[in-house]
DNA sequence: CGGGATCCGTCTTGATACTG
DNA sequence: CAGTATCAAGACGGATCCCG
């Protein structure tokens, strides 16, 4: 819920993506290959089940996130992005290039 | 303050500028040259002076802004970026440009 | 007057327990 | 397994106060 508006580009993106954890569930899905609720939980970070369920939802009506039945028998969710969230990869790389420069302990995460 | 730690670049890079204000104060440094308390709080956003105070010490302690005294008879302080701030300028660049791209209401202010 | 610090009511966040 | 309900803790916004 952004308390204000500006036409700021740097100012608006901040309103929808600028906090601690909805470029993390990004990340799971674009880098990581992770698609499932339990997935999303299970990541370092530890969301909590509320928060996540709640950015998940915003993702969603931002239209950077579709939400999709796994199968047609099973009520296993499966979150994909769609191209405008695909359209954040620069961004996203942009950020870990940063932080491998100059915050000290991190890494590119191995696959799991 | 980050509540978990985990090595992951984005992760880390959020806890420290993953807020909604943090980088609005970078960005008027950084494109619009602000560089007093004053003229922070003049941006668009609204920021109040708890927030501004608080996020310039922390910037402050991240090695990321420095305070001066404006010069040697005035008490009026002039924040400015480290090289360790002005390293964000790429990611500020990548954010403006998905803002302009994704967010159909942004445009790249005027200078005032 | 500029640069904050403090206090307080409100809104948001998050951990946990619980449900279909 | 994928969430929702609950409730405490923290962050925020605004006003006011303070200090040089």
């Not at 993702?59 to 099973?74: C, F, I, R």
Request: proline share 6%.
């Amino acid at each position: 819920m952004p308390p204000k508006r500006s036409t700021c580009p740097i100012a608006s993106t901040l309103d929808l993506i600028g906090d601690r954890w909805t470029l993390l569930i990004v990340r799971d899905i674009m880098f990581f290959d992770k698609h499932r609720f339990e997935e999303f939980l299970d990541s370092p970070e530890g969301i909590s089940t509320n928060i996540l369920a709640n950015r998940l939802k915003l993702l969603e009506e931002l239209g950077l996130v579709t939400k999709q039945p796994y199968s047609n028998h099973s009520r296993r969710m499966s979150y994909h992005l769609t191209e405008k969230g695909e359209s954040l990869r620069t961004l996203l790389k942009a950020i870990t290039r940063w932080g491998l420069k100059h915050l000290p302990d991190t890494e590119i995460p191995r696959e799991e």
